[in-house]
Nanobody, 118 residues
Framework: AQLVESGGGLVQAGGSLRLSCAASGIMFSLYTMGWYRQVPGKQRELVAHITSGGTTNYTESVKGRFTISRDNAKNTVYLQLNSLKPEDTAVYYC?????????????WGQGTQVTVSS
């Protein structure tokens, strides 16, 4: 399995970015897809996830600003980041997970840097 993120970059506060994560080697539509972020010295935190059925969940700090979506035909999950703040600066990671017959299947991308300048 492989997850490849793209779309990160440098943006001014208040700006927008769209992250993409293209998956291969997995039955994408069966997986819960998530976006996590991590800054140096801190634990990786969940930003948002979307289940195989399309249910979404967001961490409180990004509600109303970020939107997660998926395109099962393209095996891709997106994260639209609007109204960005300097505290959103982090490496953003894509995750795919599902539980199959009691076995946890969990995959990560390599990460994409998002930097928000004030």
């Amino acid at each position: 399995a492989q997850l490849v993120e793209s779309g990160g970059g440098l943006v001014q506060a208040g700006g927008s970015l769209r992250l993409s994560c293209a998956a291969s080697g997995i039955m994408f539509s069966l997986y819960t897809m998530g976006w996590y972020r991590q800054v140096p010295g801190k634990q990786r935190e969940l930003v948002a996830h979307i289940t195989s059925g399309g249910t979404t969940n967001y961490t409180e700090s990004v509600k109303g600003r970020f939107t997660i979506s998926r395109d099962n035909a393209k095996n891709t999950v997106y994260l639209q980041l609007n109204s960005l703040k300097p505290e959103d600066t982090a490496v953003y990671y894509c995750n795919a997970n599902r539980n199959r017959l009691g076995l946890a299947l969990d995959y990560w991308g390599q990460g994409t840097q998002v930097t928000v300048s004030s």
